[in-house]
């Protein structure tokens, strides 16, 4: 494989593996509020996971960021410099902040009635605002906040991102009609309505990926689809943690055989790929056909199956995409087939 694709197909990957891991930390973190049943309940598990996902997902959007406008990431020197300016990299808000300017710049953010909302929203809603400033405080310094205490001889007066979110939580009864509640009924709506403002924030922090960075951004968003296809009346709803069954795992190949094979054959440009051009070959045959279609689909023919390239590809002609091919190795993937492919568009 030519050195500089196989560099780039190895940050595709590191990328993939940070958005997973900050999106199940921020799921986890929303399931630990859910299956609480009191406001007052232990909140360290919560906002660890929350001040991870939210400072993973921010940091890979910057990057992104970066590569959308220079064509390339920065490299390591420039990165810990970049990351130094929000406090060593755990200035979540800082961040955040950065990907709101930066939106002003784009035209679908000045435009789109549902981004224009959801940059409001980040902007403006006291609730929002006030979640961001303690788990970045959480992630700064003071998720030792209990064991200062222990060691210090006088009074610990730091901010308390425990009590402080205890307290954000209890800020939700506001415009709630409490009477002829329980107590507990009235703790689980604040928890929900925890719930559903963090979801709207996680959802309009998506939208970047979807309309922040043309193709690249799309390439990228992976587990967050689930918040970008949020809708209102399915907030707090959790529905994104569930397993369930999707039309795509039903999906099969097309044969290579096929005339609904051969329509696309027809419109398409072609090239074979071997495994002696790339050093981590990932499957177990020799060679591999890709396919650039004309309607900007790509495929791969992989023994006498063919495989989509791109979730595009994939729902246009239902069929799975070339993870699921038997001829894959175990626990690899071959991003290069998507990147050979979109080369055929150039000649």
Not at 8 to 22: F, P, Q, T
Not at 73 to 93: D, M, R, V
Not at 161 to 167: A, T, V
Not at 238 to 266: G, M, W
């Amino acid at each position: 494989m030519n050195k500089n694709l196989h560099i780039e197909v190895r940050k595709s990957n590191a990328i993939g593996e940070e958005i997973d891991a900050s999106f199940k930390f921020i799921v986890l973190g929303l399931k630990t509020i859910k299956e609480q049943n009191s406001t007052i309940s232990n909140k360290h598990v919560s906002l660890q996971l929350f001040a991870s996902g939210f400072e993973r997902i921010l940091k890979i959007l910057l990057l992104i960021k970066d590569k959308h406008k220079t064509g390339k990431f920065p490299e390591l020197a420039k990165a810990k410099s970049k990351f130094q300016a929000y406090n060593n990299g755990h200035g979540i808000e800082k961040m955040l902040l950065e990907m709101i300017d930066y939106s002003e710049k784009i035209d679908s953010f000045q435009r789109i009635p549902m981004l224009i909302e959801d940059v409001e929203f980040l902007k403006t809603d006291s609730h929002f605002k006030k979640f961001i400033q303690i788990i970045t405080e959480f992630s700064i310094q003071q998720r030792y906040y209990y064991i200062d205490t222990i060691v210090l001889e006088n009074e610990n007066t730091n901010f308390n991102p425990f009590d402080e979110f205890k307290g954000l939580i209890w800020s939700f009864e506001e415009n709630v009609n409490i009477e002829n509640q329980s107590y507990q009924e009235e703790d689980n709506i604040k928890l929900l309505n925890t719930i559903k403002c963090i979801e709207k924030g996680t959802r309009a922090i998506s939208r970047f990926f979807s309309h922040g960075f043309e193709d690249l951004g799309i390439k990228y968003y992976c587990e967050f689809s689930n918040f970008l296809l949020l809708k209102d009346e399915d907030l707090g709803k959790l529905k994104y943690s569930d397993k369930k069954s999707i039309p795509s795992e039903f999906y099969q190949p097309i044969s290579a055989l096929s005339i609904k094979f051969f329509s696309i054959k027809a419109k398409s440009k072609s090239k074979i790929i071997k495994s002696s051009d790339f050093e981590n070959w990932a499957f177990t045959l020799k060679s591999i056909t890709v396919y650039s279609h004309r309607d900007n689909l790509f495929f791969a023919e992989i023994g006498n199956n063919i495989f989509a390239l791109t979730g595009k590809s994939s729902r246009r002609f239902k069929i799975p995409m070339y993870l699921k091919s038997e001829k894959l190795k175990p626990r690899m993937t071959a991003n290069y087939l998507l990147d050979e492919a979109k080369k055929l568009r150039e000649q």
